[in-house]
């Protein structure tokens, strides 16, 4: 008898659709809003991380062109012009805040106005700071997406454990048709939750080297490219 009552749950269970969808289906309405803010959260983490991986891509690029036309020899002037009114990369943006500056420093006589080295030192890091923003803007997300993500999913598996063990109260039934699919329904949502976060951690620690360097390397140029208007400076006060 024993044996005819394990074969039948068995079969029960068998019975049952365990597919993505039907696990959602099934899920109570507290799980099924917990999956789909994770399921949510993932789509918005990897828009961000494709945005971020062909950002920091272009960056390289670019900064590499430019550091190659700025150590040319090419007067800083011409430079400039060159790059016109809207330069398009980070470097480009801190080099044309720097010329700004340096070119307001001049006076009606042709002469250097006092304090123009602080100016341009102030300006050419104002400029980095708001490049570095730029590059770790969005970045929060990822952080907050994998420390919180897991959690949420363990929070959703908690809940659909409670709301199985009740199933079993209410049916007194404790045979695998009754537990199994609650079980499931319940795992899903760590399942999601460890998908989201797994992503979102690996490619924040990524980016968040990547805006290092960037921030190093933009921080390299202007101090360089300050020495060298403190040479103009120089040579104009002499």
Not at 41 to 66: E, N, P, T
Request: aromatic share 10%; with cysteine.
């Amino acid at each position: 008898m024993e044996t005819e009552t394990i074969a039948a749950a068995g079969a029960a269970a068998a019975d049952l659709d365990f597919s993505l969808t039907a696990l959602f289906l099934r899920a109570t309405l507290v799980v099924q809003l917990v999956m789909i803010a994770l399921v949510i959260a993932s789509f918005w983490s990897w828009a961000i991380i494709v945005d971020k991986y062909i950002f920091f891509g272009k960056a390289r690029r670019a900064a590499s062109l430019f550091e190659q036309a700025f150590w040319s020899g090419q007067p800083l002037d011409q430079l400039a012009e060159r790059l016109g009114a809207e330069p398009r990369s980070a470097l480009e943006r801190i080099f044309a805040a720097g010329m700004a500056e340096w070119r307001k420093s001049h006076s009606a006589a042709g002469g250097i106005a006092p304090g123009a080295q602080q100016r341009i030192d102030r300006a050419l890091s104002v400029a980095v700071s708001r490049e570095e923003e730029k590059a770790a803007s969005r970045l929060g997300f990822l952080a907050s997406c994998g420390s919180i993500s897991p959690f949420v999913g363990l929070f959703g598996t908690v809940w659909g454990i409670k709301h199985a063990f009740e199933q079993i109260a209410i049916q007194q039934n404790t045979n695998l048709a009754t537990v199994a699919p609650g079980i499931a329904e319940a795992l899903l949502a760590t399942a999601l939750g460890l998908l989201a976060a797994i992503p979102a951690v690996i490619f924040y620690n990524k980016f968040t080297g990547d805006v290092d360097r960037m921030g190093g390397q933009m921080e390299n140029f202007a101090e360089e490219f300050g020495v060298i208007l403190s040479r103009q400076i120089e040579r104009k006060a002499a």
